[in-house]
């Protein structure tokens, strides 16, 4: 059963404290995204890579990180240094010839 | 001013209603255009997708193009209470990164 899973589906974490959400694809995609979504905003671009070792800034990079050391897997670190962290949460991907992405399930992330 | 426009609703129609969401969009750049369908607190799915103008359908659901104008629609036939969802346009430039940009969504309810 292919699919991006995204874990966990409800995170909370204190003011200053470094968060990770995890993604892994089975769908054999090379490109893997991340994105942040807000009431009223649509979806906002992190993070984007393409291939292994290899990682671009999306528009609202700051204040994250990203690692991609397998095919399948994509996780995103959170900073303290994130001014507004609470958030919707979506990991994406797609082939790099393919224009349609397909998203995980999501992970809402609430700090206080 | 936003690359990709949509109108956030909610828009609120009676079961078996014909529902069209609209999307505009400023660059004419854009030439790949997909349809997403978000429920609450889940990921968005990906509804239909097409890269020319004119129609494109599949079952209820109808894409319609229209690049001269920079204006893209998504028809429902017979809504049903199940389609009550968030609908995001994304849309992108045939290059060798798929960078997608998406409107903020359309808050629909389909009332039995």
């Known amino acids: 059963d292919g699919g991006i899973t995204q874990s966990p589906k409800y995170l909370f974490r204190k003011e200053g404290q470094n968060v990770t959400l995890s993604c892994e694809q089975n769908?054999?995609?090379?490109?893997m995204y991340w994105y942040r979504q807000d009431p009223g905003q649509g979806l906002r671009l992190i993070y984007y890579s393409q291939i292994v070792n290899d990682f671009q800034k999306g528009d609202i990079a700051e204040g994250y990180s990203v690692s991609r050391e397998k095919k399948e897997s994509f996780p995103l670190t959170v900073t303290s240094a994130q001014k507004n962290p609470t958030a919707f949460y979506l990991c994406?991907?797609?082939?790099?010839?393919?224009?349609?992405?397909?998203f995980g399930p999501g992970t809402r992330l609430t700090v206080t | 001013q936003k690359e990709v426009e949509q109108d956030p609703g909610p828009l609120s129609v009676p079961e078996g209603a014909i529902v069209s969401l609209n999307c505009t969009y400023s660059?004419?750049?854009?030439?790949?255009f997909m349809w997403y369908r978000q429920y609450s607190r889940k990921g968005p799915e990906l509804l239909m997708y097409?890269?020319?103008?004119g129609n494109k359908e599949d079952g209820r659901f109808t894409a319609q193009v229209d690049k001269s104008s920079k204006y893209i629609s998504l028809f429902i036939r017979d809504s049903q209470p199940s389609d009550s969802a968030t609908y995001l346009c994304?849309?992108?430039?045939?290059?060798?990164?798929?960078?997608?940009?998406f409107g903020s969504g359309t808050k629909l309810n389909v009332k039995p």
């Open positions: 660059n004419s750049a854009f030439q790949y």
């Open positions: 994304a849309m992108t430039i045939l290059d060798n990164f798929n960078k997608f940009y």
């Open positions: 097409t890269y020319s103008s």
């Open positions: 769908l054999n995609h090379d490109a």
């Open positions: 994406a991907s797609s082939t790099i010839q393919g224009y349609e992405q397909y």
